[in-house]
């Protein structure tokens, strides 16, 4: 049986604080193959960072395109059948979640591994699903066919997109619980009054990519092919 390759994309914007505890999760991976960062214009040292790591590829992008457009550049690079998203913002992220993301899609169990993370607000761990999580693991050909649409969606429509092809095709689904991971919120990112202004662009541009009642009925829909 063919051994599947893993490819790995990290989008980042800024995220030299906490970027560094990412690679080093995902670096000499026994299960990945490649690792891409896709560098979207940022002011700090994120660039320089990421060339610390001997054999990750860096994609830069010479302005700021959002993170829909980070992710088509990297997976119009990427020679794996398998594709793990990760953010580059997590913050106590290590080599075992990224097993436990891989191994359902890699073993053929799942058709997606979705992130939980520990830090996700009590409605999110009550329904069991992040429905925007950007920690995902999935075979390539969920979205080979869809790079001309990706390159075109609002900087935060990736994953309701993605969503969309998931309950169309019927994909099993594996929720993995990430206890110790968190995603820092915007305004402790960013500062109060820019990470409110972040908030409102998300909802922005998820709901120019789907209507407010498709967004309600994927989290219905997907609950239903969750895999127990």
Known sequence: MKTLRVSCIIPA???GPRIRK????????????????????????TAEIVKDFNGISLVKHKTNLGKSAAVYNGLKRVKGEIILLLDADLIGLVADDVTELLEP???????????LRGNATWLVRFLGLDFISGERAFHKKLLENELDKISKLKSFGLEVFMNRLIIKRKYKIKIVFW??????????KRGFFKGIAIYIGMIRDILKTVSPVEAVMQIVKMRKLIER
């Open 22 to 45: 990412v690679l080093e999760a995902v670096y000499k991976h026994p299960l990945i193959s490649e690792v891409i960062v896709v560098d979207d214009h940022s002011t700090d040292n």
């Open 179 to 188: 206890k110790n991971v968190a995603s820092p919120y915007p305004n402790v």
């Open 105 to 115: 899609v890699i073993s053929g169990k799942s058709d997606m591994s979705i992130s």
């Open 13 to 15: 914007h800024n995220e």
